[in-house]
């Protein structure tokens, strides 16, 4: 069995998130493992076609998704007591910054929510299955309750 030395929770702040942070927290008290946590903001403007291509609407709240993003991590961090140099908030695809950061981190185990509901991922794919497929060390994805 491998003895997990840095564990990556990846959180997507739905209300099932709070059980996929007990894992994470269950597994590296058991391992003592260092605890990190990543959260990724989708990057996805909104646009009004209806005027064609004379007066596009766009309206980008990425600002405003990163700053709530910052509160929310800060307070988990601070629940979770994890460094803030172990707290990452990245902008983009979800699946793709999750991979990257535990490599660049060494990150042994990922820990992730079995079905996300960011933006696009619906249509896409699952974040936790490309994570699964494509993670280079241990992706654990907890079973999230339906309904």
């Known amino acids: 069995m491998a003895r997990y030395q840095h564990i990556l929770l990846a959180v997507d702040f739905f209300e099932q998130d709070e059980v996929v942070i007990e894992r994470a927290q269950e597994l590296a008290a058991v391992y003592q493992a260092k605890l990190s ?3 990724v903001v989708d990057n996805i403007p909104i ?6 291509g004379e007066m596009p609407f766009q309206i980008d709240f990425t600002n405003q998704l990163v ?8 307070k988990l961090a601070e629940k979770l007591a994890i460094a803030k140099d172990q707290v990452w908030l990245e902008l983009g ?5 999750i991979i990257r950061v535990a490599e660049e981190q060494s990150v042994d185990l990922i820990v992730v929510g079995s079905h ?15 994570i699964l497929h494509h993670a280079k060390c241990d992706v654990l994805a ?4 339906t309904g």
């Not at 695809?93 to 910054?97: G, H, P, T, V």
């Not at 509901?117 to 299955?129: K, P, Q």
């Open 116 to 130: 996300g509901r960011h933006g696009l991922s619906l249509l896409l794919g699952s974040t936790a299955n490309s």
């Open 67 to 74: 700053d709530i993003a910052k509160a929310k991590l800060a």
């Open 93 to 97: 695809s979800a699946k793709l910054e």
């Open 142 to 145: 907890v079973r999230l309750p």
């Open 37 to 39: 946590v990543i959260h």
């Open 47 to 52: 646009v009004d076609t209806g005027y064609g």
